[in-house]
């Protein structure tokens, strides 16, 4: 099936906005979410545990 110039041009804008949400919204969320839930892990098993031996 043959594509026409608009369609292909729509699909790149569409392209271009999924790079953007990812590179600029979804991955730094996520970042931020994996490093404070570690965190926060850290945290929590020093409140059962105790504080590292050192």
Avoid: C, N
């Amino acid at each position: 099936m043959m594509t026409t110039d608009h369609s292909q041009a729509v699909t790149k804008g569409e392209e271009a906005r999924a790079f953007f949400l990812l590179a600029v919204v979804l991955f730094p969320v996520l970042s931020v979410a994996v490093v404070g839930g570690y965190g926060f892990i850290i945290w929590m098993s020093q409140l059962v545990f105790g504080p590292p031996a050192g």
